[in-house]
């Protein structure tokens, strides 16, 4: 089985990429910029197991021609993909009243537009295997997030994309699940996230800390593998039980 993810550079992404290894999936991943951690993946995925087929590729998700060129190549390195992680995704934070053109465009962009290019790209392939596992990567933000209204659109906007692909495609045996994210200490919460929202999740969240990037992992290899094949249209969220954002 092999899965296709984006964003595999850093963060959840790369402990998406390593849990998926470990569960002896081969594995195509992006990054954008950061050749350094892709690579670091890459050494990290072949520590955990050589014989598997590792492969990166170079992928701006919001160049809709970028998205179909990659994707064939990876189908013609692979044979066959049977998932689509679409886990890459960018903030530029600003309050609704002196958010610029660029901050609204670049996010709604990289994290909406750009899953939806990328999953049209592996659509046909999917269908004609009558097998595809679509995950997409929200998060509490999708329910509404002060000084992200940016972003809350982009990852609310998954959803509608999400189940509509699960009805549309069900019948070809193609699933599309949203799996939320509550708090991971990644770059992008070391970079953009204020610390009064640090101290509100330690205060409201019944499990009292932030999730780590391997439980996220979890769940998304969980509704790739055959287990969670009657998994469809679902938005799940992990999140220690933090249900919003404040
Ligand atoms: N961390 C959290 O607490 C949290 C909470 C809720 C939801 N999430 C969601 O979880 C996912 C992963 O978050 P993270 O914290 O791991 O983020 P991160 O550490 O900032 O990593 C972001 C990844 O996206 C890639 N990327 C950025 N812009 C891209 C573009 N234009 N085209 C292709 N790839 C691009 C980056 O590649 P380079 O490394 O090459 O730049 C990097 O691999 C995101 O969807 C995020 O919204 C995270």
Redesign the pocket.
Known sequence: MNVFI?????????ATVLKFVEKGWGCAF??????K??QETIKLAKDINADLSVKVYK????DADQCENIVEKAIDDFDEIHAVV??????KNNAAVVMSNEEWDEVI???LT?PFYLIRSFLMHFISNRKGRIIN?????QDGCSGQIN?AAS?SGLIGLTKTLAKEYGAKGITANVV??????????K?H?ADALHEFWLKHCPLKR??T?EE?AGLVHFLASDEGGFINGEVIRVSGGLTYAP
Do not use: F, H, W
Not at 6 to 14: F, N, P
Not at 30 to 35: A, F, M, Q, R
Not at 86 to 91: I, Y
């Open positions: 984006t964003g595999g550079s850093r963060g959840i992404g790369r992006t990054y954008v910029g950061n050749e951690g892709a992928l701006d998700i919001k679409n886990n890459a995704a960018v903030v962009a990289t994290n750009g990567i929200s998060s509490l933000a972003y990852k939320t994210v509550g708090y991971v200490q990644t770059e992008m919460t970079d996230m932030p999730g990037a996220i």
